[in-house]
């Protein structure tokens, strides 16, 4: 694109709440970056739109970008909006989808594999699994993602088990049997009723945080024991927690068991280890954080997402702002979580300044330099890094000014030096609203639920393209 088409996009867009934004990046795989992670409800803006114009303008960056994304525990997690681009690959690109074959059931699940049935990569992909199957070594874990023909399926799951059966000339008595066979899971477990074969120390994190109701009803006496054993913290009783993100944790702590919950949020990876920087989290707590765009599963919406993410950095946080955070709405409030606080406990304190107002973020900066011109601060007492949770829907800054400018300006004028800035996108409300522009020193632009974007930020200068490239050009999305 020319600079005169590009100049036409800087500053061209407004906000929700009617402040001057960008309408790009002005690069296509950071736009791609930037959204990817807040498109769970319309996936097709990525499959059929971002995703190709990031594709035409380096194809390379832009396939890693979708494995990040699909990256259960190194990248975003993001399946609903993988799968629906992958099929499209498939369809427009069967050769790159015949590449990525082998790809997914490393970064993602087995049955990702499946949505290259009825595309011209349908007959690669059987293969694949067909092969996997076969392979005693190997098969348990694709066996546990393939569809059965039996029980509460969806059509689309039976049809896809149909297609498979077939292609490995089994009958479907003799496919289910196999699957059956290789299997050994905590749903088969539940299924026949066998729960003293459940070993809750070995439980899969997802099964862990899902589960718990069922496990209290089920097998109330075994797992009472196992949650006192937690609780103690004694070293007996240990509990999965790799492949679930914060605000999976909140959401068992919301429903669940609280105990429990508390217990899985200690055993999450820590992604900020190495850093000594002065990092504070702004977390939005606007109304538009729980639109419905911003819902992510069930009763969780952004704003809970960038709740759980501030806390899980502000306690793993090794600076002088360990165990605080802001929030910020129509106006800002400082949050000190304490160090003795259980996760329900933090999660409550957070809830009592959640206004549900406007997104006035000019005033958080605001109140941040007042604060420190008031009380003699030096810049050593200031924040050096500044981690945005938002929707990126600010309210109005300096007339003509986008928020990131009027920012830089209350701070030239303070005396203070800029903090770096993080914009991370928790939900998408409109399709053009980018905060900075690619060369901005000292910003970042990443998107989605995952506090492993955090091994991006904490080291290095900070702009948006070299994020990207920090993260996504490693070994693991070579393909």
């Known amino acids: 694109m020319s600079k005169l088409f590009d100049a036409s996009r800087t500053k061209s867009q407004l906000t929700l709440n009617g402040a001057v934004t960008h309408e790009s990046s002005l690069n296509k795989n950071v736009d791609l970056f930037y959204k990817v992670g807040t498109l769970r409800k319309n996936p097709e803006i990525v499959s059929e739109d971002l995703f190709w114009q990031a594709f035409s303008e380096d194809s390379e960056t832009a396939v890693r970008v979708l494995l990040y994304s699909r990256d259960i525990r190194g990248g975003m997690g993001e399946r609903n909006v993988f799968r629906k681009t992958f099929k499209t690959i498939c369809n427009q690109n069967p050769s790159l989808g015949s590449r990525l074959l082998v790809k997914i059931p490393e970064l993602g699940r087995w049955d990702d594999v499946l949505e290259a049935i009825g595309t011209p990569v349908e007959k690669d992909a059987l293969q694949f699994i067909s092969d996997c199957l076969t392979d005693k070594s190997n098969a348990a874990l694709c066996a546990k993602w393939m569809p059965r023909m039996r029980g509460n399926n969806t059509v689309k799951n ?17 496919y289910n049997k196999l699957l059956s066979s290789l299997s050994d899971t905590v749903e088969q477990n539940l299924s026949s009723k066998d729960y003293s074969d459940i070993d809750y120390s070995k439980l899969p994190s997802l099964a862990a945080a899902r589960y718990q109701a069922l496990f209290n009803r089920v097998d109330s006496d075994r ?30 702590c919301m429903r669940g068991d609280k105990a429990v919950a508390n217990a899985q949020w200690k055993s999450l990876p820590d992604y900020t280890e190495g850093t000594n920087e002065n990092i504070i989290c702004l977390s939005d707590v606007s109304g538009s954080m729980t639109f ?127 903090p770096q800035l993080v914009f991370w996108n928790l939900a998408s409300q409109q399709k053009g609203n980018v905060p900075v522009q690619v060369g901005q020193k000292g910003t970042a632009l990443v998107s989605g639920f995952s506090p492993s974007i955090m091994k991006g930020l904490l080291t290095g200068e900070l702009e948006p393209v070299k994020v990207m490239q920090k993260l996504v050009n490693v070994p693991r999305y070579d393909f």
């Open 223 to 252: 797992y009472a024991k196992y949650r006192e054993s937690l609780i103690k913290e004694d070293g007996q009783a240990k509990i999965n927690a790799g492949a679930v993100y914060p605000y999976d944790v909140v959401k068992s």
């Open 158 to 174: 039976k049809n896809n088990a149909k297609v498979l059966a077939k292609f490995m000339k089994l009958s479907y008595q003799e």
């Open 292 to 418: 419905d765009n911003a819902k992510v599963s069930g009763d969780i919406y952004a704003l809970h997402v960038g709740i759980a993410l501030s806390i899980y950095i502000a306690e793993r946080n090794t600076g002088i702002f360990k165990d605080q955070m802001m929030v910020y709405s129509t106006n800002p409030y400082f949050i000190d979580i304490g160090k003795s606080l259980t996760l329900a406990q933090k999660l409550s304190k957070v809830q009592e300044h959640v206004e549900y107002g406007s997104t006035d973020i000019m005033k958080a900066f605001a109140r941040i330099l007042e604060l420190g011109k008031q009380h003699n601060l030096t810049q050593e007492d200031m924040p050096s890094k500044v981690i945005v949770f938002s929707d990126m829907e600010f309210n109005q800054a300096i007339s003509g000014m986008t928020n990131f400018e009027s920012i830089s300006l209350l701070y030239s004028q303070s005396g203070y030096k800029m």
